[in-house]
């Protein structure tokens, strides 16, 4: 059985920085695409930034420059390392991962398999 688990969310101050984690197991993540995705109040889930099978990351506007995705296998685990926080990143952040693409699609034009529960970012200004 595939599980995710989101940890290290938090509240911190606008221009600060936390670190994501995400424990995979039930499945070998060097097998997956896995990616991170938020969802702020009243708002739409997006993507975060994803990692590919080929181990290439890509990342949504909002995120780049100031976030870096990383992917331990052994550890089987998914970092999101963020920086320079604003009020506008605070959401559920999610960490998914899915067996049948060699992409994940950032822009969730197609489905995900497997899901987190998230763990909680808040920004104060």
């Known amino acids: 059985q595939v599980q995710l688990v989101e940890s290290g969310g938090g509240s911190v101050q606008a221009g600060g920085s936390l670190r994501l984690s995400c424990a995979a197991s039930g499945y070998t993540s060097r097998n997956y695409c896995m990616g991170w995705f938020r969802q702020a109040p009243g708002k739409a889930r997006e993507g975060v930034g994803v990692?590919?099978?080929?181990?290439?990351?890509r990342y949504a506007d909002s995120a780049r420059g100031r976030f870096t995705i990383s992917k331990d296998n052994a550890k089987a685990t998914l970092y999101l390392q963020m920086n320079s926080l604003k009020v506008e990143d605070t959401a559920m952040y999610y960490c998914?991962?899915?067996?049948?693409?060699?992409?994940?699609?950032?822009?969730?034009?197609?489905?995900?398999?497997?899901w987190g529960k998230g763990t909680l970012v808040t920004i104060s200004s």
């Open positions: 998914a991962a899915d067996p049948r693409w060699r992409q994940c699609p950032l822009n969730l034009t197609y489905d995900i398999a497997y």
């Open positions: 990692v590919d099978l080929d181990g290439k990351t």
